[in-house]
């Protein structure tokens, strides 16, 4: 089993929507999480980055943790087409970091 | 402008045959890492260094090497690459440890034939 779960997708809206993405992870040490955002041929970027449970907004993005259900997620409101891009999310202890697969996500207009 | 800088963007090789791709990054920061990301698997650490000299595996070490002789530099040498180091491969930094936010390279594609 995978320390960190994420579906792949893709996932495929329609401009406006929201979107939720999700992680799961097993290790119940991990205290910072990150979302980050990798346009096709470009490196990742960092999106968000919390460090305890609960919800963290910045604009049209709000991430949420909870770690008694070992459960993360992204919710993007008013999606864009600027917004069709792969996120992976991230989890970290002490000098460890580990990264989901990443969710593939396509906004139509 | 701060960046993580990596070269080439794309290669091609044959088995065998020693590559270096190079990272440099203009920030300052202690720590650097390599990343590999492969369909379905995500990104997968190979090496990191925590400072000048200093350097430890990842999770996917073999096959290669790295040194950190400069704060702003961390090469990844593959010694005699092999089909399944095919890959995409991005360098990042941070200014302390892993769990900070990192800045990434724009990746290089390798394919080893």
């Known amino acids: 089993q995978k320390e960190v779960e994420q579906d792949p997708g893709p996932l495929s809206v329609p401009e406006g929507a929201i979107v939720s993405l999700n992680c799961t992870y097993s290790?119940?040490?991990?205290?910072?999480f990150m979302w980050y955002r990798q346009y096709s041929r470009k490196g990742p970027e960092l999106l968000m980055y919390?460090?305890?449970?609960g919800n963290k907004e910045d604009g049209r993005f709000t991430a949420q943790v909870d770690k008694s259900s070992k459960y993360i997620s992204l919710f993007i409101r008013d999606s864009q087409p600027s917004d069709s891009a792969t996120y992976l999310c991230a989890m970290a202890v002490g000098n460890k970091l580990v990264f989901g697969a990443g969710t593939i996500l396509r906004v139509k207009s | 402008e701060a960046q993580v800088t990596q070269n080439p963007r794309y290669l091609i090789t044959v088995t065998g045959k020693k590559l270096t791709v190079t990272c440099s990054q203009n920030?300052?920061?202690?720590?650097m890492s390599w990343y590999r990301q492969d369909p379905g698997l995500g990104l997968r650490q190979i090496y990191y260094?925590?400072?000048?000299?200093?350097?430890d595996k990842g999770d996917v070490p073999e096959g290669y090497k790295v040194s950190r002789k400069e704060k702003r530099n961390f090469p990844l040498i593959l010694e005699s690459p092999s089909p399944n180091q095919t890959s995409l491969y991005f360098c990042a930094s941070t200014a302390t440890v892993a769990n900070s936010p990192l800045h990434f390279g724009n990746g290089t594609r390798l394919t080893v034939t």
């Open positions: 920030m300052n920061h202690e720590y």
């Open positions: 290790n119940s040490a991990f205290q910072y």
């Open positions: 919390t460090y305890s449970s």
């Open positions: 260094s925590m400072n000048v000299e200093v350097t």
